[in-house]
């Protein structure tokens, strides 16, 4: 499956998986070669989205992986 395939609003799974705050699927997008840095249609990256959740733990997954 194409990790950076995008749905409805050019969501990525990796943004699905982080808006669920399920960090297990997020290190697995990030492994399947996800790109860390794709945005949605209002510009919502994976890291950003993490931040504004509270979620430090998949942001940090994200800043390892390179995420910006």
Not at 31 to 52: F, I, M, R, W
């Amino acid at each position: 499956a194409d990790p950076n395939k995008t749905g409805p609003l050019r969501e990525t799974p990796l943004l699905r998986a982080v808006r669920g705050r399920n960090a297990a699927v997020v290190k697995l997008l990030i492994e399947g070669k996800a790109d860390v840095d794709q945005t949605d249609s209002s510009g919502t990256t994976a890291l950003s989205l993490a931040e504004s959740i509270g979620d430090t733990q998949i942001a940090a997954l994200l800043k390892k992986a390179g995420a910006q």
